[in-house]
């Protein structure tokens, strides 16, 4: 079956204490991104991956870092996590033709809470 | 700057049309999508018009007007299903998606 597949869904983490979010896709994507959702602001991009070692940043990436090292993998990290990282994020994966993103799939999310 | 308007929440009766309306600034424009995405779970894909004009699929359409920077998805027959949040992405000139903060729509009885 054709998914994003995210970990944790859930976590609770306190101030600083480093983590990361997987993202895998077993579809052959070129392209992977992170995009977190809060309330009444829609999705905002983090980063984005147009290939394997690719990588650039989206509307709102302080306070993260990302890698591409295999086209499957795309893993967000959060070095110093704060409270307001505390969101929903997605990661999204689309076939990438002529620069043109194509639908995106999402993985289910995961939902950080940073105390 | 790129914007992306779309009403915050519409309210509609099962079995009705409802039409969720979106307009769209951008640098340069290659086509608009529209999601679905029910509470607590991810977008899914609905429909991508880049030419002017309606494409039907089912029950949802989907319109895009180019030269006024306007779309809309149209949903008929309402189920109590389609409660959920629709979210309008127009794809700007360097081919990133440019989001608008999405519709709830609520489907009464």
Redesign the interface.
């Known amino acids: 079956e054709a998914q994003v597949t995210q970990n944790p869904r859930y976590l609770i983490t306190v101030t600083g204490k480093k983590l990361t979010v997987t993202c895998s896709q077993n579809m052959n994507h070129e392209y992977m991104s992170w995009y977190r959702q809060d309330p009444?602001?829609?999705?905002?991009?983090i980063y984005?991956s147009m290939n394997v070692e690719v990588t650039d940043k989206?509307d709102v990436p302080e306070g993260y870092k990302v890698s591409r090292k295999e086209k499957r993998n795309f893993p967000l990290i959060l070095e110093s996590p704060s409270p307001n990282q505390t969101s929903l994020y997605?990661c999204a994966s689309s076939s990438s033709r002529d620069?043109?993103?194509g639908?995106?799939?999402?993985?289910?999310?995961s939902r950080l809470t940073v105390l | 700057g790129q914007n992306i308007d779309q009403p915050t929440e519409m309210t509609a009766t099962e079995g009705a049309i409802v039409q969720i309306n979106c307009t769209y600034q951008t640098s340069g424009f290659n086509g608009l999508f529209w999601y679905q995405q029910h509470a607590g779970e991810a977008p899914t894909f609905l429909s991508y018009n880049v030419l002017d004009g309606l494409e039907e699929k089912g029950r949802f359409s989907s319109f895009l007007s180019r030269s006024k920077g306007y779309s809309y998805l149209l949903l008929k027959e309402l189920q109590m299903k389609d409660s959920a949040s629709y979210l309008c992405a127009a794809v700007d000139s360097n081919y990133q998606l440019i989001w608008g903060a999405g519709t709830k729509l609520i489907i009464k009885p």
């Open positions: 009444g602001l829609g999705l905002r991009q984005y989206g997605f620069g043109y993103t639908e995106l799939f999402f993985g289910e999310g």
